[in-house]
DNA sequence: TCGATTTTGTGAACGCCTTCACCAACTCGT
DNA sequence: ACGAGTTGGTGAAGGCGTTCACAAAATCGA
């Protein structure tokens, strides 16, 4: 009766294939970033010490994450520093850049819109839509806001198979739907609720609020000193 | 996940204390939200069941992480909303607003300036700072721009422990040092780069592109068949 | 060439977190 | 009152990830 448990949603480190640790997953892009600092800098290699201090990973975390890669540092010396960034850009898919559309243009889907950031990292965002039928035709960075109505065709015709959910709560789940539906299997969702997807669909949640919430709590424990009369000065 | 990226220096759920795990802490605002949705639509009472369905976490650790409140729910029944609201937003300090302080008025820092949804989850920003003499006065939200030079000052008056940096990456780690001289104990960094601060003071960032280069991975996996012809139509 | 030094790669230990399995406690219908 | 159905609490087990500690491999100076 007992039946192998299919892997969970996206936690899924599973199985034998060339797959790495969604924990080391989540740092490339850190040792990315490093890397391309480093090379900036003009260092040709680092050790793993000094990706460790520019990244606040430990030094040991970083070898063993490096590892994973099959990558080959050269001991005594470090890793060669664009051996690396290259190696690591073709694991993330960093070779090619990602069509991504942004659903949302209201004040955060639009300062993402003009973020610089993405293209030099990989994505592009290739289209921004909107449910307000207003809104469409309005200029946002180098590109017009088009209707939620033309997803699906902009969806298939521009190879898009990520997208950002900057809507309010209450649109996220449709637009969602929406998404999955015109054959996105990637979301990153800003909007402050959880959204419920098909298997095979990944999502990653960014809430700035919760975010603020955690350091409530533990600027709480620390007796929040700010409450009491001017101790420290 | 997170995941978080998870800052090294702080990780220690550690001792006897009343401190909650950390992945508990960090999911105590998804319950908190849920709650408020499940008491706007009139529920007075819930199942972990409920809870899990609504904030995708398993029932069984929704369970296990109420128990860590000491909260108790009633078996056959569930757990009463307002009763566990009131828990959760004690244990995470939502008993009173905390003042925040806003660093970098760009596209990023003024669309959060003009978020709602911060009062509403018991953080207030009572200042906008930026480091352009010429921005500063200008009005964002119900807020002036204020010069950065003002900082200590308004961080010591207004009672503010904590701070949202939304700088160029540049600028962060030095305004990140001035935060910590004027006395912040918690950061949240949207800046793409690793700040180092001294013992005590927590950081928890928040990297957009690097979200999506994660999606990136995961979707390269999959064989990001938008690359080939179109097969299912 | 040799010894001192640097730095990687990695097995093993450890700790945190999630999941499982099941008991206890409550409701409801009859 | 009782039995069936529901739901929370929790110890135990298992998995994942980090840290530790050290051997192996490279450089450098003399």
Redesign the interface.
């Known amino acids: 009766m007992t039946i192998l448990p299919r892997r969970s949603r996206?936690t899924g480190a599973s199985s034998s294939d060339r797959?790495?640790p969604?924990a080391t997953?989540?740092?490339?892009?850190?040792y990315?970033?490093a890397l391309t600092q480093l090379r900036s800098q003009g260092s040709q290699t680092c050790s793993s010490d000094q990706l460790a201090e520019?990244?606040?990973?430990?030094s040991a975390n970083v070898r063993k994450d490096l590892s994973h890669l099959g990558s080959h540092g050269t001991r005594g010396v470090g890793y060669d520093v664009d051996h690396l960034r290259a190696e690591i850009a073709q694991?993330?898919?960093?070779t090619q850049d990602?069509n991504?559309v942004l659903v949302g243009a209201?004040?955060?889907g639009?300062?993402?819109a003009?973020?610089p950031?993405?293209t030099s990292?990989?994505?592009r965002i290739v289209a921004v839509v909107d449910a307000d039928p207003a809104r469409v035709g309005e200029q946002v960075g180098d590109l017009a806001i088009e209707s939620i109505d033309h997803l699906e065709t902009i969806i298939?015709e521009r190879?898009?198979?990520?997208a950002?959910v900057a809507t309010p709560g209450q649109a996220a789940q449709t637009v969602a739907d929406q998404l999955v539906g015109a054959?996105v299997?990637?979301?990153?969702n800003?909007a402050?609720?959880?959204?419920?997807v098909p298997e095979?669909v990944?999502v990653?949640?960014?809430?700035?609020?919760?975010?603020?919430?955690?350091?409530?709590?533990?600027?709480?424990?620390?007796g929040?000193p700010?409450?009491e009369a001017?101790v420290?000065r």
């Not at 299997?185 to 990153?188: G, R």
């Open positions: 996206l797959g790495l969604n997953v989540a740092r490339l892009p850190l990315l970033r520019s990244t606040g990973v430990s694991a993330i898919g960093q990602w991504v209201g004040n955060l639009t300062a993402l003009a973020y950031g993405f990292r990989g994505s298939t190879a898009v198979s990520i950002i054959g299997t990637s979301i990153l800003l402050p609720v959880a959204l419920r095979g990944d990653r949640q960014v809430d700035v609020a919760a975010e603020l919430q955690i350091l409530a709590y533990h600027e709480q424990r620390k929040h700010r409450e001017e420290s």
